[in-house]
């Protein structure tokens, strides 16, 4: 591994992330990571290492500064999981880390994917987005909202309880 563990103050507390590559400020392009939501029971912990990975390797092949972001309720960051809550997240740590560079861009794999499309349609800095396995439609989700939370709550991403209204979630 070349990069290593950081944190900032988030939206929701402490935001985790693992930045490997160029250095903080710099001529470098950034890559932002999104993961995916956990669907492996208990897994609240254990999505960090395969970013790690990832991060490290395009950092090396591109030159570039890559951030794995663990949004709330991942890795070790504060929080209960919501998607307006990883959409700030990311917002979060693109302004911590933006710095000088050249240019953004975002990626995300599954959830993590409509996080990374919808920060490119907010964000005019994101100048490329790339999304793997991005579900096409989120409505199966937003129609049975006690199943996602249910999904949630086994992966460890949101804590028993939480939400106290699962349709306004």
């Known amino acids: 591994m070349s990069g ?23 001529a470098a392009p950034l890559l932002l990571l999104c993961p995916e939501l956990p669907t ?9 290492l395969p970013y790690e990975a990832l991060a490290d390797r395009v950092a090396q092949e591109s030159g570039w500064r890559v951030i794995a972001a663990m949004f709330r309720g ?3 960051s504060a929080g209960n999981f919501s998607g307006k809550g990883w959409l700030e997240d990311a917002a979060a740590l693109v302004d911590a880390q933006l710095g000088a560079r050249l240019g953004l861009r975002a990626a995300g794999f599954g959830f993590g994917g409509a996080i990374a499309l919808a920060l490119a349609a907010r964000d005019e800095r994101v100048g490329g987005v790339a999304c793997f396995a991005l579900p096409a439609q989120l ?3 937003a129609a049975d909202p006690q199943a996602l939370a249910e999904r949630c709550r086994s992966a460890g991403v949101i804590e028993p ?6 349709r306004a979630w």
Not at 7 to 26: D, K, W
């Open 74 to 76: 991942l890795g070790g």
């Open 40 to 48: 492996i029971e208990g897994a609240r912990g254990d999505v960090a």
């Open 4 to 26: 290593q563990w950081s944190e900032i103050a988030g939206p929701s507390g402490a935001l985790r992330f693992y930045a490997a590559g160029g250095p903080r400020e710099g």
């Open 139 to 141: 409505a199966q989700w």
């Open 161 to 166: 309880g939480f939400p106290r209204d699962v």
